[in-house]
């Protein structure tokens, strides 16, 4: 009896898992085809989502470790869709070999990141461009994922950081660093690298700027606003490279005494503007 309970419960088990098996196996999303390839991989041709959560109905999933997931797709083709992949895919495709995204419309953002872990199985990446915002349109998906990355990754703790002009050719890619209104007493040390970076630090309590003299990450500030800081005198910027270099300075409402000559000359001198108020002594 003991021997006749203990097949029965193991092929029950078994069968079971063939169930199981077939289920997950037999999932397809509507506006996809699937079908296996000569090596006896998972295809998934998909065509006009709207969502990539249009790939996994949640219902209906077999769940695996810690996420409800699709069979173990090799190969994700997505086609003729509009896409801002909101949603991380890789937790629902851990066995995926290629990814085709190919004519598609897609939206380029800080949400779509993760694609960059995908890089090496994406096909085709130089034919993927981003359509959308207006500062990626036509740019590669991976330089433009890439780029918003690193920015994102070096952007001043608590301020803003917005990728504000992007050239097709990578050339001269300018960031807005916006640093206005955050009770800040000194100027940050680090910024995004290797980009022109126009950026707000008014309405602070800065009083020293010295940072900008020595610290080479400033020298790709050619924009900076001061105004309505604490500062009382630029003179550590005297002789300094950033000096030579940047093409707008505003201090308004400042408590600047006074403003060496030699450095209000040689600003006038390189055609920049300056913008100072009470800078002056007071009579």
Sequence with gaps: MSFRKSCLIFCSTVLLCFLCVQSSSSYCPDICQ????????????????????????????????DFQQPEYVQHLYIRDSKLDFSENMLPRFLNL??????????????????????????????????????????TQVLKALQLIYDVDSRCPERCVCELAHVPKDDQYVTVSVSCNNLGFTEIPKILPANVTIHMDLSNNRIEDVSELAKNPSYS??????????????????????????????????????????????????????????RFLPKH
Excluded at 110 to 137: A, G, M, R, Y
Aim: proline share 2%.
């Design 34 to 65: 699937c079908y296996n390839n000569y090596l006896e991989e998972t295809v998934w041709n998909c065509t006009n989502l709207v969502s990539v959560s249009q790939l996994w109905n949640d219902e209906h999933l077999p769940l695996y470790g």
């Design 97 to 138: 070999k290629t990814l085709e995204l190919s004519h598609n419309m897609i939206n380029c953002s800080k949400h779509l990141v993760w694609l960059l872990q995908l890089s090496d199985k994406l096909q085709e990446p130089e034919n993927i461009h981003c359509t959308s915002p207006q500062t990626f349109n036509g």
């Design 220 to 277: 790709r500030v050619t924009v900076l606003y001061l105004a309505n800081n604490r500062i009382q005198s630029i003179t550590s910027l005297e002789n300094s490279n950033w000096i030579e270099q940047f093409s707008l300075l505003s201090l308004q409402g400042n408590l600047l005494q006074e403003v060496l000559l030699q450095t209000i000359m040689r600003i006038k001198y390189m055609l920049t503007y300056i913008f100072l108020y």
